[in-house]
T-cell receptor, first 115, second 111 residues
Framework: GAGVSQSPSNKVTEKGKDVELRCDPI?????LYWYRQRLGQGLEFLIYFQGNSAPDKSGLPSDRFSAERTGESVSTLTIQRTQQEDSAVYLC?????????????FGSGTRLTVV | DAKTTQPNSMESNEEEPVHLPCNHS???????IHWYRQLPSQGPEYVIHGLTSNVNNRMASLAIAEDRKSSTLILHRATLRDAAVYYC????????????FGDGTTLTVKP
């Protein structure tokens, strides 16, 4: 597709369940990023993948959060044993390369609600 | 990491120019300045970016201070569709993945 695709667009889950969020970046984009946005707030960096390099996981808030990326394509963000404070919009972005001279293209996000 | 400071909100009248300021006093020499905007229920959208020189594109202009400690996003003729949250961020040359998005500036455009 032409843009970054995220699925599902909305997810309601019970506290304690695991969830998987998917991101399909723009074809050919080597860099992929996950951000979290709580209601009315700015974006919080979670994790960054660049090609075959080791990902920068420094933004993951706890060991319940993990992410994988297959080559330079799909990425999955997994949240285990969800808590109510995990409720947020999870945004994925990709860019042509990982350098600072390249802009992000964001998806529309997955709105996660933990009840 | 260098941070940016923006006003919480601004108002503009339709078809008038809008100047959105951003301070980044601790910017490093090779960090790029990027601007994004976010409409309700959407992901952020790229607007413009630059390093030292002023930049123009079809959406906006970016004016960068000579000392690079501040920048201004210029919308030449605001429309109702420009109402959004505008984020000024730094993309670090040493760690391009880890940009910090603050709370941004909420722009209201009045007809």
């Amino acid at each position: 597709g032409a843009g970054v695709s995220q699925s599902p667009s909305n997810k309601v889950t019970e506290k304690g369940k695991d969830v998987e969020l998917r991101c399909d970046p723009i074809s050919g984009h080597t860099a992929l990023y996950w951000y979290r946005q709580r209601l009315g707030q700015g974006l919080e960096f979670l994790i960054y993948f660049q090609g075959n390099s080791a990902p920068d996981k420094s933004g993951l808030p706890s060991d319940r959060f993990s992410a994988e990326r297959t080559g330079e394509s799909v990425s999955t963000l997994t949240i285990q044993r969800t808590q109510q404070e995990d409720s947020a919009v999870y945004l994925c972005a990709s860019s042509t390369r990982g350098g600072s001279n390249y802009g992000y293209t964001f998806g529309s996000g997955t709105r996660l609600t933990v009840v | 990491d260098a941070k940016t400071t923006q006003p919480n909100s601004m108002e503009s009248n339709e078809e008038e120019p809008v100047h959105l300021p951003c301070n980044h006093s601790t910017i490093s020499g090779t960090d790029y300045i990027h601007w994004y905007r976010q409409l309700p229920s959407q992901g952020p959208e790229y607007v413009i970016h630059g390093l030292t020189s002023n930049v123009n594109n079809r959406m906006a202009s970016l004016a960068i201070a000579e000392d690079r400690k501040s920048s201004t996003l210029i919308l030449h003729r605001a429309t109702l569709r420009d109402a959004a949250v505008y984020y000024c961020i730094l993309r670090y040359n040493t760690n391009a993945g880890k940009s910090t998005f603050g709370d941004g500036t909420t722009l209201t455009v009045k007809p």
